[in-house]
């Protein structure tokens, strides 16, 4: 088996539907699985995919698990020498397996490699390649100083936008949306860290990934749709807290030993007063 697959869908059958279409749709030389693990959704997700696609091998949880074990669920049932985190709202392309399956078996001392990430609109998700998020990155990311200098290495060490989209280089880090992850990789490094509910999990499995000695590889030679954010614009508390709470856990993890208190402080307070206002905006405001 080549590739294995993975989906985590959440209340989201009819886009989670067209995602494994897209996936069957694959061509190329390339064999692969499908595991689809549901966090307990509502709707009737799990009756149509049963109905629909019963070659999918089906999870389902009682209670919503979160990404992280959710996907860690569809590692322990893989079979195949490269793992597929895949959002449960994309589109594939129809040589998205065999591009990507065909880079990694010529690059071995990859870890993970991701494909070019596009909007509805066309445009670039920013996350599908990414600096990790250090202080300086983060600073010059939240405040806005990356976006006066578009250009600048030193001010878009997180979003990279003085890098050329359509070129392939290593990076960093990649987005949980698409990540090709090679098997022995993981063996390694281990799983995701489920510690992190739905933000983050990606980010730190790529900085565990570097720190072992692989390499991380932005492969823009093929692409998918990624409808993100698409099922609404007011977020649930929930959503907006974990996406804090990820920013906190990385730098607590990976971070705090190697910076001063009066950073760690700044870092720690930085995130609060974000938070703050994220809820606000939220309740008050629009938020993109």
């Not at 990155?137 to 003085?162: D, E, V």
Request: positive net charge; glycine residues 6%.
């Amino acid at each position: 088996m080549d590739i294995s697959v993975i989906i985590v869908s959440y209340n989201t059958c009819k886009i989670t539907l067209d995602t494994i279409k897209s996936v069957y749709k694959s061509t190329g030389d390339v064999t692969f699985e499908v595991i689809v693990v549901d966090n307990a959704s509502q709707d009737d997700s799990v009756e149509k995919i049963k109905a629909l696609f019963p070659q999918v091998r089906l999870v389902i949880n009682q209670t919503n698990a979160g990404f992280s074990k959710a996907n860690n669920q569809g590692i322990i049932l893989s079979n195949g020498k490269y793992i597929l985190l895949l959002n449960s709202d994309t589109i594939l392309e129809k040589e998205s397996l065999v591009i990507m399956k065909e880079f990694m078996e010529t690059n071995c001392h990859l870890g993970a490699a991701g494909c070019k990430v596009v909007l509805p609109d066309g445009t670039l998700d920013k996350a599908c390649r990414r600096g990790f998020p250090t202080p300086s990155a983060s600073f010059y990311y939240a405040f806005g100083i990356s976006k006066l200098f578009p250009s600048s290495p030193r001010f878009n060490q997180y979003q990279l936008s003085y890098l050329d989209p359509d070129k392939d280089y290593p990076v960093d880090c990649l987005v949980g949306a698409f990540m090709m992850v090679r098997r022995e990789t993981i063996d390694q490094v281990g799983m995701l860290d489920e510690d992190f509910f739905m933000y983050g999990e990606d980010i730190d499995w790529c900085y565990r990934i570097k720190e072992a000695g692989w390499g991380i590889h932005y492969y823009p030679y093929t692409q998918i749709t990624h409808y993100k954010g698409a099922s609404s614009r007011r977020k649930p508390f929930k959503i907006i807290y974990e996406f804090h709470r990820a920013m906190y856990l990385f730098h607590k993890k990976h971070y705090e030993k190697k910076y001063s208190f009066i950073v760690n402080a700044m870092v720690y307070t930085g995130i609060a007063m974000k938070l703050a206002i994220s809820i606000l905006l939220n309740r008050f405001g629009s938020v993109k």
